[in-house]
Nanobody, 125 residues
């Protein structure tokens, strides 16, 4: 049974940092591309970052480039999203999602097969 469980969200001041974790089970992480997505109230879900199954290549939305870093620990079956220099506009529910052998150039809210339930990030003073 495939499962993805996000953790690490919370309340942080602007300029602060958080590290989100996506713990996976039920599949071989190295065979799956993992994407991080977020959805703010009243807005559509958007892609934040992706790490490819094939070669570990990464991609980032322009809005988070240089501030967020995605990484994968295959031994722990976990993908991380390190978020630095957080801004109020980063406030959203953050989700991780998986799809087997997907190129990051093709990842998006409608292309992923498995989803976690999300973790809430609030950036506020």
């Amino acid at each position: 049974q495939v499962q993805l469980v996000e953790s690490g969200g919370g309340l942080v001041q602007p300029g602060g940092s958080l590290r989100l974790s996506c713990a996976t089970s039920g599949f071989t992480l190295d065979y799956y591309t993992i994407g991080w997505f977020r959805q703010a109230p009243g807005k559509e879900r958007e892609g934040v970052s992706c790490i490819s199954s094939r070669d570990g290549q990464t991609s980032y939305a322009d809005s988070v480039k240089g501030r967020f870093t995605i990484s994968r620990d295959s031994a722990k079956n976990t993908v991380y999203l390190q978020m630095n220099s957080l801004k109020p506009e980063d406030t959203a529910a953050y989700y991780c999602a998986a799809k087997r052998f997907l190129l990051c150039s093709s990842y998006g809210p409608r292309t992923m097969d498995y989803w976690g339930k999300g973790t809430l990030v609030t950036v506020s003073s």
